[in-house]
Structure formats: structure tokens, C-alpha cells
């Protein structure tokens, strides 16, 4: 079956950066299109952007350009989203989201990766 | 910028009844809409695609409409487990979207 499985909770200090991985197994990795979703704490979901694991491209919502950076390794089935320069608004769930086949939704999720930024 | 508006923000309703949300795009998207539920602590679950497609494994009473801006979710007869937060969200031109979401609570 298709799963998605994140790297477990971190906590940064403001200005440090954390790398969140998203490890996928149960379909051809180099298919769909994997995205990123912030949840900052009681508010709703923020898209932050995306990679291709075939490929390797990326495209970054505007709101993240220049701080995000999304990376894969085909030979583990794992992306990961690096998030630079954090600073307490970056608190939140961070997930990873696979693009539905045919469409442009999310039809399977990661658990979700709580980073907390505090001094 | 494609602004989408999702309403109401909270909607207090009792079981069994019909539960209708909305959201609106300043633009049109065509069918590029999809609907989510996202229950306390969990991730969001995809219950609509392209405007009215209903994802595997999602119950019958959900059902979704429109195109261009304005987009419904429908619940026909609303179950306990349907106490959520839904989301729409929208695709243009390499861009998602999530609307602010929408709570419904029980009455």
C-alpha cells in the first residue's frame, strides 16, 4: 500500500535550519509528483511547493522562494524539504503530499512533522 | 493573484442534516478544485477532485459541484465522524491554493 512516512519532530533555535524527510514505498517513486504543506498551530494549510523524483525540478510557492529548498534520492524513494533561516512563524506540521494520479490534488499524506523554532 | 474565499468560517449543525460549503476563486480554474477533511491530529484526507470526482473509499454523501469560481461541497446527511475542518483547495498555472477552511461543529 502507498505510504508516506516523515522524519520524526525537531526543535531550532531562530536562524537555523531544519531538513524534513518524506520516505515514500509502495508505487514507482518516479511517478507522481510530491508536494509540501505547512500547518502552522490552529491555522489552515499553507502549499509551500514541490519536486518532480523524476526529474528533479522544483517549483517553490512565491511566499518560500529563496528559503526552501526540496531535494529527492531516488535510490532511498525519499524527498526532503530544507527550510533555511527559521524563525518562530515557521512553527508548525510540516507534510508531504502526493499528487493524485491524472489530477492535480493530494490523494495520500505523510503523518506530518511537527518543528517547533524557539530561542 | 488568485485569491479563493471558503464560507462560512464555522457551521454548527446537528447529525443528520444536509451541510453545505462553499468556495470561490477570484478567477476562473476551471475543474481544478479538490476538497479535504482534516480531523484533529490527523493529516487532511482528499474526499473530492476535479470539482466532483469522489476519492476512493469516500462515502457516497459526500458529493461536490461547480466549475470556473464556485465551487459546493455537499453532505447529505451529516455522520458523527463528519466533525471537521474542510478545506478546498485550487490549482493554476503551478500554484495550490488552500482556502482558510471551514469548521462544522456539532449544534
Known amino acids: 500500500q502507498v505510504q508516506l512516512v516523515q522524519s520524526g519532530a525537531e526543535v531550532k533555535k531562530p536562524g537555523a535550519s531544519v531538513k524534513v524527510s518524506c520516505k515514500a514505498s509502495?508505487?514507482?517513486?518516479?511517478?507522481?509528483?510530491i508536494h509540501w504543506v505547512r500547518q502552522a498551530p490552529g491555522q489552515g494549510l499553507d502549499w509551500m511547493g514541490l519536486i518532480s523524483p523524476r526529474s528533479g525540478s522544483t517549483t517553490y510557492a512565491q511566499k518560500f522562494q529563496g528559503r526552501v529548498t526540496m531535494t529527492m534520492d531516488t535510490s532511498t524513494s525519499t524527498v526532503y524539504m530544507e527550510l533555511n533561516n527559521l524563525r518562530s512563524e515557521d512553527t508548525g506540521v510540516y507534510y508531504c503530499?502526493?499528487?493524485?494520479?491524472?489530477?492535480?490534488?493530494?490523494?495520500?499524506w505523510g503523518q506530518g512533522t511537527l518543528v517547533t523554532v524557539s530561542s | 493573484e488568485l485569491v479563493m474565499t471558503q464560507s462560512p468560517a464555522t457551521l454548527s449543525v446537528s447529525p443528520g442534516d444536509r451541510v453545505t460549503l462553499s468556495c470561490r476563486a477570484s478567477q476562473s480554474v476551471g475543474s481544478n478544485l479538490a476538497w479535504y477533511q482534516q480531523r484533529p491530529g490527523q493529516a487532511p484526507r482528499l474526499l473530492i477532485y476535479?470539482?466532483?470526482t469522489r476519492a476512493t473509499g469516500i462515502p457516497a454523501r459526500f458529493s461536490g459541484s461547480g466549475s470556473g469560481t464556485d465551487f459546493t461541497l455537499t453532505i447529505s446527511s451529516l455522520q458523527s465522524e463528519d466533525f471537521a475542518v474542510y478545506y478546498c483547495q485550487l490549482y493554476n498555472n503551478w500554484s495550490w491554493t488552500f482556502g482558510q477552511g471551514t469548521k462544522v461543529e456539532i449544534k
Open positions: 476535479a470539482a466532483s
Open positions: 503530499a502526493r499528487v493524485i494520479y491524472g489530477d492535480y490534488a493530494f490523494d495520500y
Open positions: 509502495g508505487y514507482m517513486f518516479t511517478i507522481y509528483y
